[in-house]
RNA sequence: GCCAGUGUAGCUCAGGGGUAGAGCAACUGAUUCGUAAUCAGUAGGUCGCGGGUUCAAUUCCCGCCACUGGCUCCA
């Protein structure tokens, strides 16, 4: 064990510097998107949680003095510490564990800063003395890795708590008594520098807080978290299901859940003819041809789900050769790229806007799947604008609104747009090998970005092959990242297909290409907008839009809620009569739990005074108005998609 | 795909080597109630699937499938 560097490439890059425990104070979300910087200070609450996984290291050497350690830094919710450990750590263990820990804090230990040279620091490596309460007969062997990737000329440091040592640039609390609270949270795997090449570590989440209130309230709001979360909430509401044997990651969509898509579509198609979109649709499938051109075959493979292959058969009815393979679509574009291709284009064509909800799949690995926020079938809002460089920048811009307007209408404010770009250094690699396109086009990009005064993150190294990109990234109830929306830029493969359109001076130009999903997939785009409204959904969306609540069976309240329900579904309302015979609190219970936006209270009271009594649902009775007021409130809501309806 | 955990009625969950139980929902009947649970009755499960150990498996063991938490990856 004493080569210097036993494992796979660097991919992370906090993790070359001397400690992870240095990151770049920020958003810690945000953190992913920066690329590595100096050593930034950490927050009062980072510390206490960076010095709760050196509690936990010291604890875990306690009961386990073999253990090696990798990297203990403190994350959004906690922190945690990688460990390599022939004992499978499980939350049994916790206890045991939190035991160990609580007597470090309480016993208050000094968290020691030494600045030590570089070869005292490897000797100690090569003494099992990193990450360790004392010598060890084997080599702190990730600590060793960890200290050959410092640079040269950089300050080593140690922190010392109590017997235990650990390789680290800080900064920590005073002492260990300064963890108000802790504890331990799950065990999960991770890659040793998050690269699948590297040995599998385990992974100990904890989380620390100044004091236990704050602890407290810390798992309450998990608790919150729990209830929005789209799968629960998917379920409850009847939006859509899984089937093993359908199989997974391909959602089924209840009508409820249908009812949301037909509205997102609704919008997306009125949003788009306004901007001139045309729309187009295309097949699910296509030969395999197709994708040799797009170079989604081999580059995109692994993705995808494997062809369907014609065979000619034999006369015994074996194999005799494949001839002809399918593969289900990926995604939308080379389709599209067909039907800009089916008819001769001129420049006066441009811009070109061809959109479709394009249903697609891909296969994820099966430990990606996550309820409608990760699957292997999606229908995308896809279009594809082919435009000359000159009218590029206003049709990037344009889509950059069309994206603002969304968020708008869903009120989503909690958001980040990400700006990927190329890396230099990777030309003809990972990206295209044309510089002058690459600068060209994200200049206008970010022109586009600063003129529309968006808060972004730049991210290097990010972009498409073809071309930069801006993501939309979002965050779950319980705390996931996701891009929602997509807007990229594609200087390569309309040059693939060989799309061309006659210029003014009579010439063959090739079109640039701009791929744009603001509303991301139907799947991910009402995973998050279900969390985003924990279930209570504006009464333009909601399934069940309207409730009529008879007080009572008898036949003249009955037949006026079958009468009002008859109204409102003439005008395309989604209403039910609740006929059950169960009391009115009862009916009134069941429509709140089941989230029905508008309850309209039926007794004979409002039916001689020509009302309605108004009940929405979270805001209680709003009392009796007259029938034709309430209805047309009712429909101007529906109208405006407005987010507070009535 | 990898590591770990979980899988009992439509839902939420008890139970446990001697072949299962509650609440809610469903169904039937009664009730006629003004804004978060009217009452009674009925029905509902090859205890994820397959194999093994055992006189006996839903319970123990193995394999598979699905889900959950992560890692890797992404709309």
New binding site residues.
């Given amino acids: 064990m004493g080569d210097a560097r036993p494992f796979g490439s660097l991919?992370?890059p906090f993790l070359l510097h001397p400690s992870v425990c240095v990151l770049p104070a920020a958003n810690p979300s945000l953190r992913k998107h920066l690329p590595m910087k100096a050593p930034i200070q950490m927050s009062d609450l980072e510390r206490i949680r960076h010095s709760a996984a050196h509690v936990l290291a010291t604890a875990i050497s306690r009961i386990w003095p073999d253990a090696q350690f990798a990297a203990g830094p403190p994350v959004d919710t906690g922190f945690?510490y990688d460990v390599e450990l022939s004992h499978?750590?499980?939350?049994d263990d916790f206890a045991q564990i939190e035991e160990e820990m609580r007597k470090e804090t309480k016993a208050n230990y000094v968290f020691e800063r030494r600045v030590v040279s570089r070869q005292e620091a490897l000797l100690m490596a090569q003494q099992g003395r990193l990450g360790a309460l004392g010598e060890r007969e084997v080599v702190s062997k990730f600590k060793l890795d960890i200290l050959t990737n410092i640079p040269e000329g950089e300050e080593i440091s140690l922190y010392v708590n109590g017997e235990f040592t650990d390789l680290c640039a800080g900064p920590h609390v005073m002492r260990t008594g300064n963890i108000g609270a802790f504890k331990l949270?799950?065990?999960?795997?991770?890659?040793y520098?998050?690269?699948?090449r590297n040995p599998?570590l385990?992974?100990i989440?904890g989380t620390a807080f100044k004091n236990k209130t704050e602890m407290e309230a810390h798992f309450a709001m998990l608790e919150e978290a729990k209830r929005r979360?789209h799968?629960?909430l998917g379920?409850?509401m009847e939006l859509f299901t899984?089937d093993?044997d359908v199989?997974?990651?391909l959602p089924l969509w209840l009508p409820n859940g249908t009812v949301l898509i037909e509205e997102l579509e609704k919008l997306a198609k009125e949003t788009e003819f306004a901007a001139d979109y045309h729309r187009v649709r295309t097949p699910h499938i296509a030969r395999e041809n197709m994708y040799l051109t797009s170079g989604h075959l081999p580059y995109y493979v692994?993705?995808m789900f494997p062809p369907m292959e014609l065979a000619e058969k034999n006369a015994d009815g074996t194999v005799a050769e494949i001839s002809d393979r399918y593969y289900l679509k990926a995604m939308n574009c080379p389709h599209h790229h067909k039907i800009f291709k089916a008819v001769p284009r001129s420049y006066r064509d441009l811009p070109l806007r061809l959109a479709e909800y394009g249903t697609c799949y891909?296969y994820?690995?099966?430990?990606?799947?996550?309820?409608?926020?990760?699957?292997?079938s999606?229908q995308?809002n896809d279009a594809h604008i082919y435009c000359t460089t000159a009218q590029f920048e206003a049709e990037f811009m344009a889509v950059n609104e069309m994206y603002l307007k969304y968020f708008k209408v869903f009120g989503l404010t909690n958001y980040l747009m990400r700006f990927s770009t190329h890396d230099p250094a990777r030309l003809g690699e990972k990206f295209v090998d044309d510089p002058v396109l690459w600068k060209q086009t994200e200049d206008m990009v970010r022109g586009v970005l600063v003129k529309s005064g968006i808060n972004f993150v730049e991210v290097p190294n990010e972009a498409?092959f073809y071309g930069p990109?801006i993501?939309?990234q979002v965050w779950s109830a319980?705390?996931?990242?996701?891009?929602?929306?997509?807007n990229?830029v594609d200087f390569a493969v309309p040059a693939r297909f060989g799309l061309a359109y006659k210029d003014r001076d009579n010439t063959d130009k090739t079109p640039l290409c701009i791929h744009r999903?603001p509303l991301?997939?139907h799947?991910?785009?009402i995973g998050f907008l279900i969390e985003h409204y924990a279930g209570n959904f504006p009464l333009w969306l909601a399934p069940e839009q309207v409730r009529i609540?008879?007080?009572?069976?008898?036949d003249e309240?009955v037949e006026a809620a079958v009468a009002l329900r008859a109204e409102l579904r003439s005008h395309g309302v989604r209403a039910e009569v609740d006929a059950?015979?169960?009391?009115?609190?009862?009916?009134?219970?069941?429509a709140?739990?089941s989230k029905v936006h508008t309850?309209l209270?039926?007794?004979?009271?409002?039916?001689?005074g020509g009302?309605l009594?108004?009940?929405v649902?979270?805001k209680?009775?709003l009392?009796?108005k007259p029938r034709g007021e309430v209805i047309a409130d009712i429909l101007s809501s529906i109208q405006e998609r407005r987010a507070n309806a009535v």
């Fill in positions: 991919i992370h945690y499978r750590i499980s939350p949270t799950h065990v999960a795997s991770a890659y520098k998050g690269d699948e599998q385990q992974r989440y979360d799968r629960k379920k409850e899984f093993e199989g997974p990651g692994e993705s891909r994820e690995q099966s430990g990606e799947l996550l309820g409608l926020m990760r699957v292997r999606m995308m498409a990109k993501d939309v319980i705390g996931k990242e996701f891009t929602i929306a997509t990229q999903a991301g997939t799947e991910r785009f609540l008879p007080i009572g069976d008898e309240l059950s015979s169960a009391k009115i609190n009862g009916k009134v219970l069941r709140e739990e309850m209270v039926l007794g004979k009271r409002d039916l001689e009302n009594s108004v009940r649902h979270g209680g009775n009392g009796a």
